[in-house]
């Protein structure tokens, strides 16, 4: 098992920039497939981006494609994303999650065991 706890949220305007960290403890963290995502009130969880175990591959939703990066740290045992260019409609609660399986399902949550508490972000107009 592997337990994640994500910090960095917060209120921030238009145009702003914010860094997420997810810090995991339990099982070795380079053995899960890592991803993020975020729920808005009222909507479906959505995917945000997902990285491969040593970091050589990433995956984004266009929505966030040029503005936001998923990285790890291994040594550190934790995962990152830098977002850059915010927008009013990137306010959600963010969620970090680690698959313990293939990644081959990354880009939906259906594909992942274990999830973060979340942490808000806020973009104001």
């Known amino acids: 098992q592997v337990q994640l706890v994500e910090s960095g949220g917060g209120l921030v305007q238009a145009g702003g920039s914010l860094r997420l960290s997810c810090a995991a403890s339990?099982?070795?963290?380079?053995?899960?497939?890592m991803g993020w995502f975020r729920q808005a009130p009222g909507k479906e969880r959505e995917f945000v981006g997902a990285?491969?175990?040593?970091?050589?591959?990433?995956y984004y939703a266009d929505s966030v494609k040029g503005r936001f990066t998923i990285s790890r740290d291994n040594t550190l045992n934790t995962l990152y994303l830098q977002m850059n260019s915010l927008k009013p409609e990137d306010t959600a609660v963010y969620y970090c999650?680690?698959?313990?399986?293939?990644?081959?399902?990354?880009?939906?949550?259906?594909?992942?065991?274990?999830w973060g508490q979340g942490t808000q972000v806020t973009v104001s107009s």
């Open positions: 999650a680690a698959d313990e399986k293939s990644g081959s399902w990354y880009y939906s949550a259906i594909g992942y065991d274990y």
């Open positions: 990285i491969s175990w040593g970091g050589s591959s990433t």
């Open positions: 339990g099982r070795t963290f380079s053995s899960y497939f």
